[in-house]
């Protein structure tokens, strides 16, 4: 039959070619050809506005506000509770490509009904894990808020206290943490539990459904706690959340594979609190006066190159700075 | 070259009569051909003892223990110990075929130094699940023993304390049940140590390393009782110990692809202890009066028919009730 035998007229090219421009296509998304300030920019420009008063703009924090509720919702989105996320509907990992799933039962249950925080919240800080924050003394101001988030179960002891603080409302949990630090609870989970018992009563807020493999453990972070009796809870990101909160940023000009989890979390606390400062938000390897710091504030592990875009990020946080938007404190 | 162009006379029956014999000799291995008596006959058998007075014959019970310590050494090998199981050390799964494990340093931090029984045992029940002990009233006389052994996390609430007792020193778990009933430990963990609490001060018996996928399973249990403080302690099988066990019986008869947990149990306890009761060792669907009972006192779930071997296992339990090497309780 004719219209078998027919093909199409052959090259050698176009398959390469539209691979080839494809590819360059997405690495201009992610990398794009613009010039960000080196350090020693970033750094100057932030020693320019050091000197001055700063003031929250109201106007300009009900603005943002508005960006971030009409994108992502965060008074209803930010956790998985039964009323966003009923028996039976589907949703997407949103660190993966085409794989979803479905809220069953046993899920179902671990949800509560409704956002458990009473919204909106008043004074929030938000910490980052900055070496910044060693020898800050910033301790009793971040303590000072009514409602305290940190990133990645950060340490708490005693030499640190005064510099980070010790109130905890909300602690984020990335699955990998758990892999690491507690063999995914698959064994024992003593050494977990007695570690969480510095947040006090907490929530600790995980993107169980972001990867699939981070699926398994935050489910058991949600049955060791509840079997200890613990004063710390689970409370599951939304993926849509976390989806939609990527994507306001991409738009904004951040070009990252995911943003980092201080970003998520500073967003939902400008959608959930009345009045942000953070602390700790500074990923540069000198302070304001040219010293060298190290990158946590409990150790100078650096993050997984190409991951994440942090000095994006902290320019962005640093506008809102400038903005009123939010406080950023870098010194004591 | 001549030597590789030399080949077998080719004929079309070899190899399919070779398999068929070796498939032959097996199933024959297996399941012999020589006729058990049927469940009437042993009945009768039984019946015609039941007026007879029974006495403990210490030099059968001293001829049956230096049986089991030449083939099997129960007071070393019972349970892995630091002594029998150093670091390094490599065994074979006995419920596998060609499977081994070393023994490492996180295995070996499980194990006790040695025993942690006061060899010898005195007074011993070993207890069965047979649907005879319903309804028995053997409960107070299984608990006068010193030492008390379970098979399989059997039900002790108080609806069976009655007629199988509540003391319990030694009590086995095989990972399927630690999969089927609890999930294998892998989510919520209260419920099982809520279930074990019932056993008192009593070490947990577990096949740990029998089959490659119990191994997690009973390691989690382990860990478990210790997170929750539980007054229960696991000991693990020592597979060779199993192992040995097996062949002896399979020496003396016994045809079955495994030997029951009970087998296993009672012949621990023939090295272990001074005397020796067992209850609740019945596999036939009457009693003695020809009353139709269920197969377990709590349930009628019949065993994986072909796995167990379980009126082969009766007989030879019976013909060491007759000797007076134990005693074998069956009424009240």
Redesign the interface.
């Known amino acids: 039959m004719a219209g078998l035998a027919w093909k199409w007229p052959r090259t050698r090219l176009p398959v390469g070619a539209s691979a080839l421009g494809v590819f360059v296509l997405c690495w201009l998304y992610i990398f794009p050809v613009y010039r960000l300030p080196d350090e020693k920019e970033i750094v100057q420009g932030v020693l320019m506005q050091q000197g001055k008063a700063w003031r929250r703009n109201h106007t300009a924090v009900a603005v943002f506000r508005k960006l971030l509720e009409d994108c992502c919702d965060p008074g209803q989105l930010f956790a998985m509770t039964k009323q966003n996320s009923p028996m039976g509907k589907n949703l997407w990992f949103d660190g993966e490509f085409l794989y979803s799933f479905t809220i069953d039962n046993t899920t179902y249950s671990l949800f509560p009904q409704a956002t458990p925080l009473q919204l909106p919240l008043k004074k929030c800080s938000v910490v980052g894990n900055g070496g910044i924050l060693k020898k800050s003394g910033c301790g009793k101001q971040i303590d000072q808020a009514d409602f305290v988030m940190r990133c990645n179960l950060p340490p708490l002891s005693r030499e640190y206290s005064k510099d980070v603080g010790l109130k905890t409302q909300l602690v984020t949990a990335n699955p990998s943490i758990i892999q690491k630090r507690f063999q995914n609870l ?5 050494a977990f ?1 007695d570690s969480v018992k510095v947040y006090n009563h907490s929530y600790i807020y995980m993107p169980a459904f972001s990867m699939k493999t981070g699926t ?1 453990p935050s ?2 972070v949600y ?1 060791t706690l ?2 200890f009796g613990a004063k710390q809870a689970v409370l599951f990101a939304n993926p849509n959340f976390l989806r939609d909160i990527g994507k306001f940023w991409k738009n904004k000009g951040i070009h990252a594979k995911r943003l980092s989890t201080g970003l998520f979390l500073v967003s939902a606390a400008l959608g959930l609190c009345e009045e942000v400062t953070i602390y700790g938000f500074w990923p540069f390897s000198v302070d304001l006066h040219g010293k060298f710091i190290s990158h946590h504030y409990y150790d100078n592990v650096l993050p997984d190159s190409g991951f994440h875009a942090m000095p994006e990020e902290f320019l962005q946080l640093w506008f809102l700075h400038k903005s009123g938007v939010l406080r950023m404190q870098l010194e004591q």
Do not use: A, E, N, T
């Open positions: 698959l064994w024992s989970r003593k539990v398994g489910l058991r049955y509840k079997d």
